[in-house]
């Protein structure tokens, strides 16, 4: 979604932008710790993570890369795979916890902007309408973004502890030797450009499942 040519427009999408990108962080990162101590481990809790006050989970770097290529991150949430009943088992529900709220945020944002439209019909509600539909088409975006950029299989992404619960021993040993080089493959993907190409697609099949909801009421409408 690009931005407007001129500056006022800019400076108002930043702003739509602002609360959308701290629903989508802090949401992801509760849910990867509050999973964890469900599991059995309470580190994220003990650490005043599991906590919506979005302050604690900001990247700096991470929340100007949403701005700049609608991906980022945010500060990791502590989780010590050792308290978990089932390691490899467990971690692979931990990671997955985190895109999964990050679509249930994008399903449910767009579910309400599109109850949000007949509302566009009142010229005494625009004001508030717009700029909350808006935020709800961040929120829709910027959600779908951080799932999809989460679920790529490289560490420390979420997608790389969903991949280790589904390779063989022998895989799971040489994949497990690459992750401590996992931050630098990380980086050298994004500078090579290859990161539109890969979530491109990944964003597309992801949108397709998070509108099921909003097309099944909209058909009894």
């Known amino acids: 979604m690009p931005f407007p040519d001129n500056l006022a427009g800019r400076i108002q999408e930043l702003v739509l932008m602002i609360p959308?990108?701290?629903?989508?962080?802090?949401?992801?990162?509760?849910?990867?710790?509050?999973?964890a101590d469900r599991l059995g481990d309470p580190t994220a809790r003990l650490a005043g993570r599991l906590t919506l006050n979005p302050l604690p989970h900001i990247d700096p770097i991470g929340a100007?890369?949403?701005?700049?290529?609608?991906?980022?991150?945010?500060?990791?949430?502590?989780?010590?795979?050792?308290n978990l009943r089932h390691p490899i088992r467990d971690m692979m529900w931990v990671a997955a916890a985190g895109p999964a709220?990050?679509?249930l945020l994008a399903s449910g944002s767009l579910l309400l902007g599109q109850l949000l439209i007949p509302f566009f019909q009142r010229p005494d509600l625009s004001f508030v309408i717009q700029p909350v539909f808006g935020m709800l088409k961040w929120t829709y975006l910027l959600n779908l973004y951080l799932a999809a950029?989460?679920?790529?299989?490289i560490p420390p992404l979420d997608g790389s502890s969903i991949l280790k619960r589904f390779l063989p021993r022998n895989a799971l040993l040489q994949f497990e030797k690459l992750e401590p080089y996992g931050f630098i493959v990380l980086v050298l993907f994004l500078m090579s450009g290859l990161a539109p190409v890969?979530?491109?697609?990944?964003?597309?099949?992801?949108?397709?499942?998070?509108?099921?909801?909003?097309?099944?009421?909209?058909?009894?409408?």
């Open 64 to 82: 100007l890369m949403f701005i700049i290529a609608k991906f980022g991150w945010a500060k990791p949430v502590p989780v010590n795979p050792y």
């Open 198 to 221: 890969v979530l491109g697609p990944l964003v597309s099949v992801l949108g397709l499942v998070v509108e099921l909801p909003a097309r099944a009421i909209g058909s009894f409408r």
């Open 20 to 35: 959308a990108i701290l629903i989508a962080v802090t949401f992801h990162e509760v849910a990867h710790g509050w999973t």
């Open 101 to 103: 709220a990050n679509l």
């Open 149 to 153: 950029f989460n679920l790529i299989p």
